[in-house]
């Protein structure tokens, strides 16, 4: 089964460092990209950025670009993201999950599919004085 | 700072069929963006139900199905069950599907 089982929740204060993990089982962990989603208390989903654990290629959405980290450690089949010095409005939930790809034939030519399938359960961080 | 739009809200009763859309501030919505879709209920972490505009993952109920329509994303709940009541979330993804935005979300209320 394909699992992606997260860090506890943390309880931290402003200026804090902090990093969470995702650790995937049941699977070849390496080969798949691996996203963070943030979700703030009672809003949407934003997408954080990926990374390629096989050689820990990370890609950041704009927004957050320079206000974490993310990172991976392949032999442990662990990804992670961090903060530097966390801001109350760090406080959210945040998710990883699975970024899959199929590859098709489309007559002479090769296309793909994209998505996110599995899903962590979800770390809580409460930034709070 | 590329936007993607959902209705914010839809009702629909037992038995009924609703389609919820996802668009684009870029323009029209192709299968290049691989449109994706997923339910969050209360409490539960985010699930997925379709990817790249109409593929389904094996636990995705047969009732729900993913299109383009109108230059939109499209998803499409047929025989609505009272347990689809959630928040659907559609994704678009843009620059060789690393960078994903996702829409702000319709709150599907069953009634």
């Known amino acids: 089964e394909v699992q992606l089982v997260q860090s506890g929740a943390e309880v931290k204060k402003p200026g804090e460092s902090l990093k969470i993990s995702c650790k995937g089982s049941?699977?070849?962990?390496?080969?798949?990209?691996i996203g963070w989603v943030r979700q703030m208390p009672g809003k949407g989903l934003e997408w954080m950025g990926i990374?390629?654990?096989?050689?820990?290629?990370?890609r950041y959405s704009p927004s957050f670009e320079g206000q974490v980290t993310i990172s991976a450690d392949k032999f442990i089949n662990t990804a992670y993201l961090q903060w530097s010095s966390l801001k109350a409005s760090d406080t959210a939930i945040y998710y990883c999950?699975?970024?899959?790809?199929?590859?098709?034939?489309?007559?002479?030519?090769?296309?793909?599919?994209?998505?996110?399938?599995?899903w962590g359960q979800g770390t809580t961080v409460t930034v709070s004085s | 700072q590329t936007v993607v739009t959902q209705e914010p809200s839809l009702t629909v009763s037992p038995g009924g069929t609703v389609t919820l859309t996802c668009a684009s501030s870029?323009?029209?919505?192709?299968?290049?963006?691989?449109p994706n879709w997923f339910q969050q209920k209360p409490g539960q972490a985010p699930r997925a139900l379709i990817y790249?505009?109409?593929n389904k993952h094996p636990w995705t109920p047969a009732r729900f199905s993913g299109s383009l329509l109108g230059g939109k994303a499209a998803l499409t709940l047929s025989g609505v069950q009272p347990e689809d009541e959630a928040e659907y979330y559609c994704?678009?993804?843009?620059?060789?599907?690393?960078?994903?935005?996702f829409g702000g979300g319709t709150k599907l209320t069953v009634l």
């Open positions: 999950a699975r970024r899959i790809r199929e590859h098709y034939s489309r007559g002479w030519t090769h296309q793909y599919n994209y998505g996110l399938d599995v």
């Open positions: 049941g699977y070849n962990f390496p080969g798949y990209w």
């Open positions: 990374i390629y654990p096989g050689d820990s290629d990370a």
């Open positions: 870029t323009g029209e919505v192709t299968s290049g963006f691989y």
């Open positions: 790249s505009t109409s």
């Open positions: 994704l678009l993804y843009y620059g060789g599907a690393q960078l994903g935005v």
